[in-house]
């Protein structure tokens, strides 16, 4: 399974951006494509979810309403949509997949994502 992110950039508060991840190495359905970035000095932690099949999805509070998880199931790929977008939200992002749904606490937890992408960085600064 090889997961590509790209996307990330220079932006300045308010602005939009779009994280793309390429999935490839298998089919994805059953599977959760899950998003993360980890903050300088921090520990990663969770963003967004989507379950391939149904397009459900989940978001950590911060980002709700402001962030949009979508997939292409023809393409194969998983985008992250980000609009006003603050310096907190500075951080590597990474692009995760694990079999199954879950639990709202496995569809965060990180070690129970299965495979990673390389990470994209994202810098929200004026």
């Known amino acids: 399974v090889q997961l590509v992110e790209s996307g990330g950039g220079l932006v300045q508060p308010g602005d939009s951006l779009r994280l793309s991840c390429a999935a490839s190495?298998?089919?994805?359905?059953?599977?959760?494509m899950g998003w993360f970035r980890q903050p300088p000095g921090k520990e990663r932690e969770f963003v967004s979810a989507?379950?391939?099949?149904?397009?459900?999805?989940h978001y950590r509070n911060s980002v709700k309403g402001r962030f949009t998880i979508s997939r292409d199931n023809a393409k194969n790929m998983v985008y992250l949509q980000m609009s006003s977008l603050k310096p907190e939200d500075t951080a590597v992002y990474y692009c995760?997949?694990?079999?199954?749904?879950?639990?709202?606490?496995?569809?965060?937890?990180?070690?129970?994502?299965?495979?990673w992408g390389q990470g994209t960085q994202v810098t929200v600064s004026s």
């Open positions: 995760a997949s694990k079999s199954g749904w879950g639990s709202t606490a496995s569809i965060e937890r990180t070690r129970d994502y299965e495979y």
């Open positions: 989507i379950w391939w099949n149904s397009g459900a999805t």
């Open positions: 190495g298998r089919t994805f359905s059953n599977w959760a």
